[in-house]
């Protein structure tokens, strides 16, 4: 590994939690292997650990842009993110209001029925989110 990846898989994993990239580690196939390594490197080593932006506003601006484009799967993961990131719930709703305004109301009430999903879920476990 590179110390970009190194730097890389400590954000992800501060950002999505240990648990989530073990298992993304551990779920690693010959084939996606070159895949994993471009989003260790570029997404989180490049981009998300860059010093320039608190992990808060690097969520809230993933979260908009995930929601904006209909992302359900990476919004979801991102949603439950929050803890790690320092964003709120507030902040979630913030960032979905500008989707309804810049990205469209459909995507934007989409993603907030979403986010309701999880926090309820999160609130039923007495976790985090």
Do not use: C, K
């Not at 010959?30 to 989180?44: G, N, T």
């Amino acid at each position: 590994m590179s110390d970009l990846s190194d730097t890389g898989t400590t954000t992800r994993r501060q950002v999505l939690g240990a648990a989530h990239v073990a298992r993304a580690q551990a779920a690693q196939t010959p084939f996606d292997a070159p895949f994993q390594a471009l989003i260790a490197d570029a997404a989180w080593g490049h981009v998300w650990s860059r010093g320039t932006i608190p992990l808060r506003e690097r969520s809230m601006m993933t979260i908009a842009l995930l929601a904006g484009l209909g992302n359900d799967g990476e919004l979801a993961l991102h949603l439950r993110s929050i803890p790690n990131t320092g964003a709120s719930r507030d902040d979630v709703l913030e960032a979905l209001l500008h989707v309804a305004i810049y990205a469209g109301v459909p995507r934007a009430n989409h993603a907030i029925a979403l986010a309701r999903q999880i926090f309820a879920e999160a609130d039923a476990q007495g976790t985090p989110a």
